[in-house]
């Protein structure tokens, strides 16, 4: 978020078909959830413009980036490195530190789809589990956003939107921003 | 979770081919962050196996039950119901409440996947929006879940599990539990 260290999502393992929808949703959660950029493998480039078209109706700022070598923007990353994996240490644990280092410089946070290579394990800072049970990686994602920006991403403002939601207690309302 | 009164979730607007993968991941996200059940339409039954055999293999209690009538089982629930929606009150608003709420009585949480009959907006007792954003029900659930237990879902016990997650600073370690 703005004023604040980047925060920047790797997208991991992306398989043509069986993920587009999951990689779309894990775009969306990372700019809903005040992440500045995701950066795509090329096999999953064709969910950028989903992505993009979101931000471009509810404002941003959200960067969609694609790369053909995902590993060696995980190698080249200047800052620290989650990765978030039922096999890590608990969320809970482990928050302060990461908040703490955050304040200090950019966060790359590593979301797989298929199995990851060790070589991911290895190179982060924290493997983290939002519990060590199988779920999904939109729901780890979520969670250690919120806990990270400590709820401050739900009172974020949006830049050049077109639209804009108006919270109800019941029903639905778009306004157009003028 | 044990010794609360009960977290449903019902999940409503499956649509087959398309959503399977996204009911799987609303199921097992349910579980996994301290629901103790969730209704699905019998348009998902498939997804049935796939969440009870993580249930079977890594522990519960999570129950999965299948309904041909959703919305009579919104008309007939006897507690509190929480709608979660892009154009609902932000959670960070509400949350308080519909927490005092839930040491009372039986919580039902409404995830939809296409669009939602009005008569949902109308029977919940909070259409709740994390953020006023389209991203993502998982996201959505498991937000809104990590803050409706405020973290105690991550220290959950669970019951006759085959095998276990020892968290690790780097790989993977699963354990057989006797």
Known sequence: MQDEPEVVILRLGHRPGRDERMTTHVGL???ALG??????????EG??????DITDRFGGPFEVEVTDSPLGRLRSW??????????GQPVQRIEDEIRASHRKEPLLVVVGAEKVSFEVYDRADWNVGVTNQPHS????????????FDGRELDREWKDADKRVVPKKTGKRVEEVE
């Open 29 to 31: 959660t990372a700019r």
């Open 35 to 44: 992440a500045d950029r995701i950066i795509l493998e090329s096999a999953a």
């Open 47 to 52: 969910r950028r413009e989903t992505i993009e």
């Open 78 to 87: 200047e800052g620290s490195i989650v990765h978030l994996t039922m096999y």
């Open 137 to 148: 990686e939109i729901a780890a994602l979520s969670v250690f956003l919120d806990r990270l």
